[in-house]
């Protein structure tokens, strides 16, 4: 089976999809403009599919670099049969083609080759078929000289030859693994003298479930107990008086049944091979595929956190002050224009020990005025529900400065302060006015900011730090350049890091086109891209389509239509007998188009239908509307929550066994998966998303422990809708009016 062949099945789709795909990858082609501008070769495999054929690909071909270095190992032995070429040829899972080399694998000096070569092989053989008692047949191997003193140690040799032999057999050790997969149980007890009350492992100091239904978090735990001295794990059958796993060893080698001695030798012999050899070599085969799986699951709900998060609403270009609250230190402000420049700040001293509110309000007021702000973000750490209040007195005291404050996630916002990339940015600012800077940017355009952060340091995984640190930063770049394709780029107003994360764009093509744009100003046109230094003809036409050049020379350059598809609506427009900048957003004109008139060799169905949605609502950025949450007044510490206590509140993180949500007291609040709805649910996913607005009920508070147990059920048995996402519609007017307007609550 080919590997193109294989991925179809996966994917279930054509393998004609699929080879083409790789044709492309291997071209040096981007997964977002192969998803977006390639539909008629691919037959539209979208995103989700080309990564997942990209991840198939790679380790689908390292397979097969393996298998070559295998059966060449094997063929230089002289051991390699048609049969065995033809196994490992089939073999489809690196497991199965190391079950299949383990016999051939050049290995230390084992006491079965010792015991070989004492000449214990013949015996072995004999005691496999004969049924003559161990003993006599043993005696004729006796030799002092090789250290074979006696009939015993003629045996154990023996044994120790057949033990290896049963262990090495590849489709018995599929089958054991197979059923041991299926009915073992993962036990996990507490290490002597680590018992205690106030450990996070407690939960699992006399555990025990199967281990194929265990959950990845909960997989995850245990396995960072055990890195961290607490826990021990032993993977047994759930019924470990069975004999079944010997059973399977006698089965698979004939070996004699019965009360002969001949047949009890050998039933020991399988007994002693699983007790010593394949029972530990399984449990250790086992964990490992937990623990794979548990850390892709573990990665996959961080990516889709992470995706969630990038793609949440935007504020807007609009003049904002970062407020980074601070009791002893102060609050730190920082007012960025509506393209996120710098324009100033200053430290305020609200709270306590220094209490200077009216001139912290007075300062703000003297801002907004001077800056014409219209929106206030506050990051959500020590001492925001108090900093809260305070930009709450700034809007009732001063309503005609028309401002909105919003509380918004701060994690990460110390990395970038502290970032090379923030140094470079601001070398004379301190780094607590950079992280005001961070939060006030982060409101205005959460994607254009959080690219600027270490996906990880962003916060929304489970058991981040425990997984393989390559495959999550893989899968988190991926994440990350999927969202920035996505939304498009403005290409005269976005930072080198945005930059870098478009289709065909790397650091250095990225610097050069924003040293490109400081020397000779803003791009009038994409074909300008051409002249940016290493922007070669590959790199255009994989960046080109993602940006976008507002009030251009060339009104599709404001677009998703990729340039190579500009003579298509060229077409289009003189089909209609208009310019083209009229038919761009036109619905009238736009009606009159009927897609299969414009299909030809060089544009297909895909591409023509596609052209036309676009010119429809052409740049329309595909994030949901911008919306906020209403903390409840005097909640913001847990000594303020009581049972039964109704709040609204954020989705922060969503994991496998629920979703945590900001209620606005400084520690997030679990709903369990079993409390997220009336109905059950099998993935918290289908239900809320990260920046979701939800609302709650207090179930639970564990002041001790600092755990706030939620729910979203109503009491009456209805759950309150999930929000939509609506159409990103910019508001027009003063922003607070055009949310209210809206039907968002607002600050």
Known sequence: MTIATHIAQELNVHPRQISAAIDLLDNGDTVPFIARYRKEVTGALDDSQLRTLA????????????????????????????????????????????????PFRPKRRTKAQIAREAGLQPLAD???????????????????????????????????????????????????????????????????????????????????????????????????????????????????????????????????????????????????CWKQKLHKQLESDLLKRLREEAEQEAIKVFARNLKDLLLAAPAGAKVTIGLDPGLRTGTKVAVVDATGKLLDYCTLYPHAPHKRWDEAIHQLALLAKKHKVSLISIGNGTASRETEQLAKALIKQHTELAL??????????????????AS???????????????????LQDPLAELVKIDPKAIGVGQYQHDVDQKSLAESLQNVVEDCVNHVGVDLNSASCELLTQVAGLNRTTAQNIVTYRDEHGSFNNRKQLIKVPRLGA?????????????????????????????????????????????????????????????????????????????????????????????????????????????LEGVVTNVTNFGAFVDIGVHQDGLVHISQLADQFVKDPHQIVKAGDIVQVRVVEVDTARRRIALSMKSQTGQQAPRPKAQPHNKPTGSLTAGLKAAGFKIK
């Open 126 to 272: 004999q005691l496999l078929k004969a049924n003559t008692a161990p003993d006599t047949l043993a005696a004729s191997f006796i030799d002092p000289n090789k250290g074979i003193d006696d009939s015993h140690s003629a045996l154990e040799g023996a044994r120790h030859i057949l033990i290896e032999q049963f262990s090495e057999q590849a489709d018995l050790i599929e089958s054991l693994r197979m059923w041991l997969w299926q009915e073992g149980n993962l036990v996990s007890t507490v290490v002597k003298g680590k018992a205690s009350d106030d450990s996070k492992f407690r939960d699992y100091f006399q555990h025990e479930e199967p281990i194929k239904k265990m959950p990845s978090h909960r997989a995850l735990a245990v396995f960072r107990g055990q890195n961290e001295g607490e826990l021990k794990l032993h993977l047994m059958p759930q019924n470990p008086d069975s004999h079944e796993a010997v059973q399977r060893i006698s089965h698979f080698n004939q070996l004699s049944q019965g009360h002969s001695p001949a047949a009890q030798w050998l039933q020991q012999t399988a007994q002693e």
């Open 538 to 646: 590959k790199a255009f036409e994989q960046c080109a389509a993602f940006l976008r050049i507002r009030h251009g020379t060339q009104p599709l350059d404001n677009s998703a239509v990729h340039p190579e598809s500009y003579p298509l609506v060229e077409q289009m427009a003189a089909a209609l007998n208009c310019k083209t900048s009229a038919l761009i957003g036109n619905s009238a004109l736009i009606q009159q188009l009927q897609a299969e008139q414009f299909m030809s060799d060089q544009f297909g169905s895909y591409t023509v239908k596609d052209v036309i949605a676009e010119l429809e609502k052409p740049g329309r950025d595909p994030r949901p509307e911008f919306q906020t949450a209403q903390f409840a007044e005097g909640v913001e510490t847990l000594n303020d929550l009581h049972e039964g206590i109704q």
């Open 404 to 421: 909105t404050a919003v509380m918004v996630s701060e994690a990460g916002a110390s990395v970038y302060s502290a970032s090379q990339l």
């Open 55 to 102: 991840q198939r690909l790679t380790y689908l071909r390292e397979i097969d670099s393996r298998r070559q270095v295998i059966l060449k190992s094997i063929q230089e032995q002289g051991k390699l049969t048609p049969d065995l070429e033809k196994a490992i040829s089939e073999a489809d899972t690196k497991v199965r083609l190391e079950d299949l080399y383990l």
């Open 424 to 442: 470079e940015e601001f070398p004379d600012l301190d780094v607590t006015i950079r992280g005001a800077v961070s939060i006030a940017r982060r």
